[in-house]
Structure formats: structure tokens, C-alpha cells
Nanobody
Framework: QVQLVESGGGLVQAGGSLRLSCAASGRTFSSYAVGWFRQAPGKERTVVAVVTRSGGSTYYADSVKGRFTISRDNAKNTVYLQMNSLKPEDTAVYYC????????????????????WGQGTQATVSS
């Protein structure tokens, strides 16, 4: 069982930055790939970024490449999402999710593949 708690959301002007954190409980956190997803009102939940168990590999949605950075600190059971050069279209509720993986070589990008979810944190970017 893994419990996830997101923090770091807020209101920022376009061009600004936010750093989201996802704190996990459980002693086997390093066995999980972790993804950040977002959901805007009236839209589907979509992947933003994913990091493998060790942090050795990452994935980014095209819309955030070059602006967002995902990282993890397994000693602290925490995954981060650094969001720079924010745009109004980045406004959404951001969720972190964990998927148990038996290999560090793979990750998932679809929400249905993830086993555990946090409650979400709102990020609002004003123009």
C-alpha cells in the first residue's frame, strides 16, 4: 500500500514557476514508477511526466518538454515536478500516481495503469 500526498500548487502569472512535490508513504517506494498527470475542467486526465523506479529514465508529454522537469529522491520518498515558463493552458489539477514495476526499464503513460493516486493539487496560471 502506498499513500501519496501532493503539495506545491498555487496561483502564478504566465512565465512563472511552480514546484510540485509528491510525498509517499511505504518502505517500497523505490519499487514504483511515478507519474504526474493533470486534468483541466471538462477534459480528460492526461500524462505530464513519468520517472522510473531509480530515476534513471523519464518521459515528458510534448506540451511540457523543455519546460518541466521530473525528479525523485527515494531516500525521502518524494517525487518533484519543476514547472517553468508556465502558460495559462497549464492550469489544471495535478495528480501524482504510482505504479508497481518489476523492472527499472519501463514505465506507463496511461492513467489506468497506475495503482495509487494522490488527492491532487491545483495549479492556476494567469495571463
Amino acid at each position: 500500500q502506498v499513500q501519496l500526498v501532493e503539495s506545491g500548487g498555487g496561483l502564478v502569472q504566465a512565465g512563472g514557476s511552480l514546484r510540485l512535490s509528491c510525498a509517499a508513504s511505504g518502505r517500497t517506494f523505490s519499487s514504483y514508477a511515478v507519474g504526474w498527470f493533470r486534468q483541466a475542467p471538462g477534459k480528460e486526465r492526461t500524462v505530464v511526466a513519468v520517472v522510473t523506479r531509480s530515476g534513471g529514465s523519464t518521459y515528458y508529454a510534448d506540451s511540457v518538454k523543455g519546460r518541466f522537469t521530473i525528479s525523485r529522491d527515494n531516500a525521502k520518498n518524494t517525487v518533484y515536478l519543476q514547472m517553468n515558463s508556465l502558460k495559462p493552458e497549464d492550469t489544471a489539477v495535478y495528480y501524482c500516481a504510482a505504479a508497481l514495476m518489476n523492472s527499472d526499464r519501463y514505465y506507463y503513460t496511461v492513467p489506468g495503469a497506475y495503482d495509487y493516486w494522490g488527492q491532487g493539487t491545483q495549479a492556476t496560471v494567469s495571463s
